[in-house]
C-alpha cells in the first residue's frame, strides 16, 4: 500500500510541474508579452503624432496619449525585470508626485530655454519627475504651465518627452523579448528564478501589489479622509482619467488572477464574479475624476467601491495564494 501511494505522489508531479509550466507560459505570451507590444506600438505612434502636431489643443495629440496612456496603465502591474531597469517604470509614469516635482522641474526647463529639452537621448538623463506620461499631462491639460515660456520651446518639450516614452516603452519590450521572457519561462538554478515555484511567487506578488495600488493609492489618495477628501489628489484628473485608471487595472488584474487560477474552477469563479461587481461599481459611479469623493453620500459609494477592491485582495490572498503555494510577500508598498 504505501509503495503504491508513493508511485502515485511521484505519478503526479510531473503533472503538476507541467501545469505550472503551462500557467507560466500562458502568462508571458497572452498576458505580459502582448501588453508591453501594445504599450511600445502606441508609444510609438504617439511620438510620430507628436513631431507632425504638437499643438496642446490637437484632438489627434490627445487621442494617441490617451491610447498611449491605456497601454502603460495595463501594463503597469508589471513592475519587475525590463521597467525596473534604468528605473524605466518610473521614468514612464512618475506618481504620486506628493511635492509637485513634475510641474516644478518642467516649468523650470521652459523657464531657463534648457537646451536639453531639444534633445531625447539628453532629455533621458533628466529627473524622472519631468518624463513620461504624467509630464505629458501637465504639458498638454495644465493651464499655469501652458502659460510659461515660448510656445516654440512647449512644441520642442512635447516632443521630446514622446520620444523618450517611445524610447523607453520599446526598450523594455525588447528586454522582454529577447531575455526575460525566458527567464520566467525556463528557470534554473543559476538563474534569475530557480523554479517554477519562484516565477509564480513573482506573478501572484504582482496581482497582489497591483490590487493594493489601485486600493490605496488609485482610491485612497482623492479620497483621504471624512474630513479632509482630495479629489485633486486623484491620478490624471487633470486629463480626465482618474476612474478610467482605476478600470483599466481592474480589468489588467482579472486576467492575470484568471490566467494564475485557471487549474482551479471554483476559485476562478468566484475572482472573476468579484472583479465583476468591482468594475460595475465603477461604472455606476459616474464620476471620471472621483470629485464626489467631497460629498458624504457620493463619497461613501468610492468608499464601497474600495472595499469591493480589498475583498479581491483578501479572496487572492486567503485562496488563490495556499492554491499556488505561496505568498505575497514584501512589496514596495509596504514601506519606506
Known amino acids: 500500500m504505501k509503495r503504491f501511494l508513493l508511485t502515485a505522489v511521484l505519478a503526479a508531479t510531473p503533472i503538476t510541474a507541467n501545469a ?45 496619449y490617451s491610447d498611449a496612456f491605456d497601454a502603460w496603465v495595463s501594463a503597469s502591474h508589471l513592475r519587475f525585470g525590463p521597467t ?17 516635482a513634475t510641474p516644478r522641474t518642467l516649468a523650470k526647463l521652459l523657464t531657463d530655454q534648457d537646451p536639453v529639452i531639444a534633445s531625447a537621448e539628453d532629455y533621458a538623463q533628466v529627473s524622472i519627475a519631468a518624463r513620461g506620461f504624467y509630464a505629458m499631462e501637465f504639458l ?59 516565477v509564480l511567487q513573482e506573478l501572484f506578488k504582482t496581482l497582489a501589489t497591483g490590487l493594493q495600488f489601485t486600493s490605496e493609492t488609485r482610491l485612497g489618495r482623492p479620497l483621504g479622509t471624512f474630513d479632509r477628501p482630495h479629489p485633486t489628489r486623484a491620478e490624471g484628473w487633470r486629463s480626465g482619467r482618474s476612474a478610467r485608471h482605476v478600470g483599466l487595472s481592474l480589468a489588467a488584474l482579472n486576467d ?32 471620471p475624476i472621483f470629485t464626489g469623493v467631497a460629498a458624504p453620500q457620493s463619497r461613501l459609494k468610492v468608499e464601497v467601491l474600495r472595499q469591493s477592491i480589498d475583498s479581491i485582495r483578501a479572496l487572492v490572498r486567503d485562496e488563490l495564494g495556499p492554491t499556488l503555494g505561496v505568498a505575497a510577500g514584501f512589496n514596495s508598498l509596504d514601506g519606506d
Open 84 to 100: 525596473e531597469v534604468d528605473d524605466r517604470a518610473f521614468a514612464l509614469a512618475f506618481w504620486p508626485d506628493s511635492r509637485g
Open 20 to 64: 505550472q509550466t503551462a500557467t507560466i507560459d500562458d502568462i508571458v505570451n497572452a498576458h505580459i508579452l502582448p501588453r508591453f507590444q501594445t504599450l511600445a506600438e502606441t508609444s510609438a505612434h504617439l511620438a510620430t503624432t507628436a513631431r507632425n502636431d504638437c499643438s496642446i489643443t490637437s484632438q489627434t495629440l490627445q487621442a494617441a
Open 256 to 287: 492575470l488572477a484568471l490566467r494564475l487560477s485557471n487549474d482551479d474552477l471554483d476559485i476562478s469563479e468566484r475572482i472573476e464574479t468579484s472583479f465583476e461587481r468591482s468594475i460595475a461599481l465603477l461604472a455606476e459611479l459616474n464620476d
Open 140 to 198: 498638454l491639460y495644465d493651464e499655469a504651465l501652458s502659460n510659461i515660456g515660448d510656445a516654440d520651446d512647449h512644441c520642442t518639450l512635447i516632443q521630446t518627452v514622446t520620444t523618450d516614452i517611445a524610447t523607453t516603452s520599446a526598450a523594455i519590450l525588447d528586454d522582454w523579448k529577447t531575455d526575460y521572457a525566458a527567464r520566467l519561462s525556463s528557470p534554473d538554478a543559476s538563474g534569475t528564478y530557480r523554479s517554477e515555484e519562484e
